[in-house]
């Protein structure tokens, strides 16, 4: 790939910081790995010196462990990051999916409907990327359809080892059908006005991440910060 004919209007350094995140939280780059400035500017066809400011960039946001003597290497996975950044969902999605029973837009029940036929369709290719990317979209309409987009921006910010978590289970296991379930039942509740049970439904799924979370973390111990 030409990196730098197809970064498009970013700046060299955002392009490269852009494109390490995103390997590093789909897992093509997995926990653990190191990475080299050399290697990564070969790689990229830049200096040296917008990977050394995405390395800093992406340690700020704990993706990335500078060990002195040792090198720079992905992050491992934070359990009690991710236990936190669950906890923190929990509580504001049940909150978000109460006023949307109570009032949500009708672009955003319209987007949620063709978000969920879209889900169906990955669960057929076994597209595990495409099925983060929707359910995470799933929860991000939520937010929108009740006027609380910039608090879904916060919130992501604050989810990294989650999602880094979230990606791990999406490829260890596709059987996806219980996710779209969920979701599907959401939807309905919401239609319905049905509070309690939005409110019900939507714990019950944010709280799989705390079984995933043993089996993951037995499954895949490198992956995962002791």
Not at 16 to 39: D, F, H, M
Not at 43 to 60: I, K
Not at 71 to 89: N, P, W, Y
Not at 120 to 134: P, T, V, Y
Request: hydrophobic fraction near 40%; charge should be negative; charged fraction near 25%.
């Amino acid at each position: 790939m030409d990196f730098l004919r197809r970064q498009g209007t970013l700046s060299t350094r955002d392009a490269v910081y852009a494109s390490l995140k995103e390997q590093i939280l789909s897992l093509s780059l997995p926990p653990g790995t190191p990475l080299s400035e050399n290697e990564t500017s070969q790689q990229f066809q830049v200096s040296r010196t917008p990977v050394r400011e995405s390395f800093m960039r992406l340690a700020q946001e704990g993706l990335v462990q500078v060990l002195p003597q040792r090198g720079t290497f992905v992050s491992l996975i934070d359990t009690a990051l991710v236990e936190e950044a669950r906890f923190m969902r929990e509580h504001l999605e049940t909150a978000v999916i109460e006023l949307a029973c109570a009032s949500f837009h009708a672009d955003a029940m319209s987007r949620l409907e063709t978000n969920l036929a879209k889900q169906q369709e990955s669960i057929r290719q076994l597209d595990e990327s495409g099925m983060f990317e929707l359910d995470e979209e799933f929860h991000r309409i939520l937010f929108e359809g009740c006027g609380k987009s910039h608090t879904w921006g916060a919130l992501s910010q604050l989810t990294i080892h989650l999602n880094r978590s979230r990606r791990l289970r999406l490829a260890d296991d596709h059987n996806w059908q219980h996710l779209y379930e969920q979701h599907l039942a959401m939807a309905d509740a919401i239609r319905s006005g049905n509070a309690e049970g939005a409110r019900g439904l939507m714990k019950l799924h944010l709280s799989l991440n705390i079984a995933d979370q043993a089996m993951l973390k037995e499954k895949y111990p490198h992956y995962y910060k002791d």
